[in-house]
């Protein structure tokens, strides 16, 4: 008897045990969903349910009442209509053109231009005026002279006196080493044997001479240039006979074979030429203010 006591007390224990654990899982269960099908006071349902309790109750309702137009106005007074705002546009995006990328074009490039050499002649170059040299030829003249070839003068200051311990140089073109100096006296004057008349050979035959002042050892004129004729007749010997000479002074214009007086082939002796130079005569002057 007491086992079945304890049998029937476990059995009992273990259904209240159960009840217990099954209604704790239904009311966590509807804690954390209410809406379960078990839930009879689900909130789906208590809304469901009162909105239609207040349906029901609600009295029918027909038509809204139409709002009637109060067309009473004071006599003087015209209503103005007003303008019904029409809805406002919306601007349309105007969607701008994506602009087509031009493509660029190769520059070709520019020739350039090969300068033309222009043969412009270049300006005149300045030639700067040389200073006068210090003395100048004052004059100069010639004579003949049957014994030598010879070179005089004078040197004169610029106030007209004769200038004394001068230089002149003097000698013959063309002919190497030909340099000499003359040196003037108390009056001014110079003189140098250019040719004796004892050298043969030379005395048959015109030279050509340069003649010019020095001081200090440097130019102090002009070069100046002069000639002399032969001494001598360089004639055959049938042309010294005198009396050729004397018989036919008086046809040497009408004879063709003749030269003043003289056979052919004979020339006159420069000598007896008025025109022949043996002698030259230059004469310098000192330019004012050097």
Known sequence: MERLD???TTVLLAMVLGLT????????TIFIQPNVLFNPLSPDRAATRAAEKVLAAAPAQGQPPTATLDQTYPPTWTPTPTRTPGPTKTATNTRTPTPTKTPTSTRTPTPTKTPTSTSTSPPPTVTPTPTPLPYTVAS???RNNCADI???GV???SDGLPLAGVQVQYGEIGVGGSRFIATTDNNGRYGALLLPGSSKPASYRSHDWYV???ENGK???EEFRFATDPIYANNPTYCDR??????DNNSNNSNNNTNNGLEAGCTLDPCKSNNSIQIKTVNWLLRVGS
């Open 6 to 8: 304890n049998r029937l």
């Open 21 to 28: 654990i099954l209604a704790a899982l239904c009311y966590v």
């Open 140 to 142: 100069h003249s010639s």
């Open 150 to 152: 010879g070179l005089e």
């Open 155 to 157: 040197v004169n200051g």
């Open 212 to 214: 010019y002042i020095v």
């Open 219 to 221: 130019r102090a004129s």
């Open 242 to 247: 005198e009396d050729n000479n004397n018989s």
